[in-house]
């Protein structure tokens, strides 16, 4: 017979950093999940104290016996470590969303779980990114709370500047090297730039007229997505965007997207239905410019992207009970598949 202990989902993240997209994630797959069933979230000793009130976390202390004995495991993200205190966790089972393109993480981690004599079954952020590493693991979308991104119309030009933007983490890896030059010549254009999570920026756009910089956080998505008339999107080389919550957040609000062709979101934006895709920064600048002059086009463009983030947040929805709450997947082989295609090497690379 199972017991409530059983039946505790235990969603586990470090839930430092309130701008997170796995941070975000974890918040709205709790408030998700809670209604079908016991949960319990978990944290690191120094995780943000509003992440811990919003998720009602707990912290991991194996020194107290502090962390998850039965039930279901679920670690959203790799690039944190598991503990040594799985090895006392007696699990039904063990889940990690592999949510960012790290598969030296995901093996390192899986290795540990796997040398307590667990099993683990993986599930991938996007079809993009299952792609990438050859998985055969099922798909799980980031839940994103559409009634706080509700769908507003356009506004009209004539009410300010035509205004671009994009936000993220405060980190160069979100942010594409050719970057400063491209918002350079959106404002000498007479476009109007703001950027949040953008303040590594500084020494190259600091003080550049029609160009702010915000520290993250400063508003609220939602507010900053108002000001908004289209939302622009690539990272570095480097960083490869496993499915680019931000970019779906942007096309729920009815902000029309300019991306990169490089990152899991594209598996679900076409070339000038629901954005414009694109290569290079002339491109990119090609396509803002073709929003700007056409109005009716970018509104079109938003109406079907608020469609195309319904649907992918229906299947989000229904995969979290199905996956979280259900019966264990069949492709835990996919902890094969990843040592098999990352090899051996150090954390973190």
């Keep these: 017979m199972q017991t409530q202990d059983d039946a505790t989902l235990h969603l586990i993240n470090p839930l430092r950093n309130p701008y997170g997209g796995s941070e975000q994630r974890t918040l709205e797959t709790a408030r998700l ?16 104290q509003e992440l811990i009130d919003k998720a009602d976390a707990r912290a991991l202390n194996p020194l107290m ?52 004599g667990r099993s683990a079954e993986v599930i991938y952020t996007s079809v993009g990114l299952r792609a990438r590493h050859h998985g055969a693991g099922p798909v799980m979308e980031s839940p994103i709370d559409l009634d706080r991104f509700a769908f507003r119309a356009p506004l009209p030009a004539t009410l300010r500047p035509f205004t671009v933007g994009r936000y993220s983490r405060d980190d160069p890896s979100k942010h594409h090297a050719d970057d400063p030059a491209l918002y350079r010549r ?27 910089l915000l520290p993250e956080g400063t508003q609220t998505p939602q507010a900053f997505l108002a000001s908004l008339d289209a939302f622009v999107y690539r990272t570095a080389d480097t960083w490869y965007e496993a499915f680019g919550r ?61 469609g195309v983030v319904e649907n992918v947040q229906r299947n989000a929805r229904r995969q979290l009970i199905a996956l979280l709450r259900g ?6 082989r996919d902890v094969h598949d990843v040592f098999a295609a990352t090899g051996p090497s150090p954390r973190g690379d």
């Design 186 to 212: 959106l404002v000498a254009m007479g476009i109007r730039v703001r950027l949040m999570g953008a303040t590594c920026l500084a020494p190259q756009l600091r003080g550049v007229e029609g160009i702010e």
């Design 33 to 48: 999940l809670r209604r079908s069933g016991p949960l319990q979230v978990w944290c690191a000793p120094n995780a943000a």
């Design 246 to 306: 931000v970019i779906f957040e942007a096309m729920a609000a009815g902000v029309p997207i300019v991306c990169a062709r490089r990152g899991g979101y594209t598996s679900y934006t076409t070339h000038g239905h629901s954005a414009l895709v694109t290569d290079t920064t002339d491109e990119i600048v090609a396509a803002l410019q073709s929003l700007r002059d056409d109005p009716v086009q970018a509104a079109a463009m938003a109406r079907i992207a608020r």
């Design 65 to 116: 016996f502090a962390f998850p004995r039965r039930g279901t495991i679920v670690f959203v993200g790799t690039y944190f470590s598991v503990g040594r205190w799985i090895g006392l966790a007696t699990p039904t089972r063990v889940v990690v969303i592999f949510n960012t393109d790290q598969p030296r993480w995901l093996r390192d981690n899986l290795a540990r779980i796997t040398s307590c």
């Design 327 to 332: 019966a264990p997947s069949e492709h835990s």
